[in-house]
């Protein structure tokens, strides 16, 4: 099989958050805040790579990141329906990882209306007891 047909996606990681609200037994972040990504520049950021004419890349994988990227819902909405309204020169996908503890209500309800065009992986730690154990319950 050749692979050189199968698109380059270029990864692009945005930490909008250095807050979580659980507190894992395992968590790499040690150094959380309440720092936050502002708007102007995380779409600085994707519109540098979004605009790029080049052919290093095919497409863009925009990955918001955090803590639980959720807690800035805010930023994640205004970011993404901005850029959801404009036209691009590369393809692009959102996709964000969460414990899922925030999705309900408003945010639940806006990821279901954009499920075809933001991703979404849920963390979870092996079997019921293991991930209780380690997300404090």
């Known amino acids: 099989m050749d692979n050189s047909s199968k698109p380059v996606r270029k990864v692009i990681s945005l930490t909008i958050t250095q807050s979580c ?13 309440k720092n936050e990504m502002q708007f102007d520049t995380a779409l ?15 497409e863009c994988e925009i990955d918001l990141f955090g803590g639980e990227p959720f807690l800035n819902f805010t930023l994640i909405k205004k970011l993404c329906e901005t ?42 730690d092996g079997t019921q007891s293991m991930h209780d154990r380690n997300r404090s319950n």
């Open 83 to 124: 850029v959801w309204s404009r036209q691009w020169k590369k393809p692009y996908l959102f996709f964000s990882t969460t414990n899922g503890s925030l999705v309900h209500g408003e945010i639940k309800t806006w990821l279901q209306k954009n499920k075809n065009r933001f991703f979404l992986g849920l963390s979870l």
């Open 21 to 33: 609200n659980l507190a894992c037994t395992y968590c790499y972040e040690r150094c959380k805040s």
């Open 44 to 58: 600085s950021i994707i519109e540098r790579y979004l605009n790029n004419p080049t052919d290093e890349y095919d």
